[in-house]
């Protein structure tokens, strides 16, 4: 199962007397199942790399190093994390708007392999440091698709975003670019979508993108090395056992691959999402205005993945049966609970109006899939209240943070 349901023991094991439970639990062997199952369904030619920004703890990485093609990256901390948790060996690629000189010294002096270029401006700048040092930088351009894209979660391309060079301009873009002596233009970069849970569809969005990088290849003369296709490969929140169709879309892509273009992905929620789980003790229970709430020691300031999405996030209730006060033990029962955090703002919610068969004070809420985009997206010391254990386990063990 590449799906983590920590189990009742390894929750007994995150009790504490002195504070109530608050913890991420990282299961690094489900995080390998998930990700060889999905590398393992590529057509040749293809390269699976991981978005760090999903996840970006050191243990990930080493989990997922052996795995992966590489790494994509889209900061110099980013850069930088990778290389401490990995040394020189990873292969990094760097992608994000809004890029800056010290970004492509940082990049240039870590030895990132490629730069996906999201604007006229990051292509002068990146032109002009690697001219500086005397470095032949790889890039390619990001585009920014024309048409709306239907179907996923969020939209970064074929929409109004800060997002890529828009398709109309990629032309002059090319123009630009050849210029650049620098630089050296390798094809381009996509990543329109995310979450997209239809794998026919987005083997047919990235068989679009593949035949509009080919025309412009042959339009302005030149050799198309790669592209990159991006992430988006979707999670169904909703239903925590279904599963993108990896295979599916790597049959319906494989006829749209030549041998002489190599096609990347790079993806981060479907490889860590499921790995990870977030078990919080409920320290109160109470009504207003006719609705039910369990307090939790925790909240979106360690999770903000619900709060950002407006989603009721999958949990499950696990009893904890000791209640060492004098006074009865507050409970419902078959009925609508909203789960609030600690945080003094009525936007701290992690699922609402959900009905559980029992909750008590004292019970555990163990919230699955939160193993991408949780701890690494949110607003840790906002109310300065203690932050959680993360826990990250292999072979029943725990990985403490500095292992090799
Ligand atoms: C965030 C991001 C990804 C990963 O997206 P997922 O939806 O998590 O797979 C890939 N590429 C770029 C440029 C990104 O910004």
Redesign the pocket.
């Known amino acids: 199962m590449t799906l983590f349901r920590p189990t009742a023991e390894q929750i007994a094991a995150l009790t504490h007397d002195d504070r109530p439970v608050c913890a991420f639990l990282y299961d690094l062997d489900a995080l390998v199942r998930q990700v060889r199952s999905l590398v393992s369904a590529l057509p040749p030619g293809a390269d699976f790399f991981y ?1 760090v ?2 996840n970006n703890d050191p243990r990930v990485l080493r989990a997922l190093a052996p795995h992966v093609g590489g790494f ?1 990256v ?1 900061s110099a901390g980013e850069v930088r994390r990778v290389r401490a948790a990995l040394g020189t060996s990873a292969r990094i690629i760097m ?2 708007p809004a890029r800056t000189e010290s970004d492509v010294t940082t990049l240039l002096a870590h030895g990132v392999e490629r730069l ?1 270029l999201e604007s006229i401006q990051a292509m002068r700048i990146a032109n002009a440091v690697a001219d500086a040092t005397g470095a032949v930088l790889p890039v390619l351009l ?1 585009v920014n698709l024309a048409g709306p894209v239907p179907g996923a979660t ?1 939209t ?1 391309g074929g929409a109004a975003t800060q ?1 890529g060079i828009e398709e109309a301009a990629i032309p002059d873009a090319i123009t630009v670019l050849r210029d650049c002596r620098a630089l050296r233009f390798e094809g381009f ?1 996509f ?1 329109t ?4 849970r239809d794998a026919a569809g987005h083997a047919a969005l990235c068989a679009a993108e593949l035949a509009l990088a080919r025309r412009w290849a042959e339009e302005h003369g030149f050799d198309l090395k790669l592209v ?1 296709l ?5 999670v169904d929140y909703a239903d925590p056992d279904w599963r993108f169709d990896a295979a599916g879309f790597a049959r319906l892509l494989a006829p749209h691959l030549d041998g002489r273009t190599r096609v990347q ?8 999402a499921y790995h990870g789980a977030y078990v919080c003790e409920i320290v109160d229970l109470k009504h207003a205005h006719g609705r039910a709430f369990a307090l939790l020691r925790g909240g979106t300031h360690h999770f903000r993945l619900p709060s950002s999405w407006a989603h009721d996030h999958p949990f499950t209730i696990q009893p904890h049966e000791a209640w060492n006060h004098d006074w009865p033990r507050p409970e419902i029962t078959n009925a609508p609970l909203t789960l609030a955090g600690e945080l003094c703002t009525p936007k701290d919610i992690l699922a609402r109006d959900v009905t559980v068969p029992r909750a008590r004070i004292g019970d555990r809420v163990v919230f699955l899939m939160a193993g ?2 949780g701890w690494d997206i949110s607003h840790h010391d906002f109310l300065c209240h203690a932050h959680p254990e993360r826990l990250f386990l292999t072979d029943g063990a725990i990985v403490p943070e500095r292992a090799a």
């Open positions: 978005a920004k999903a994509e889209a992608g994000g996906h990001r969020l970064m997002f970069h990543h979508v995310s979450n997209n990159n991006g992430g988006g490969w979707g992905f790079e993806c981060g929620r479907i490889v860590a991408a985009y």
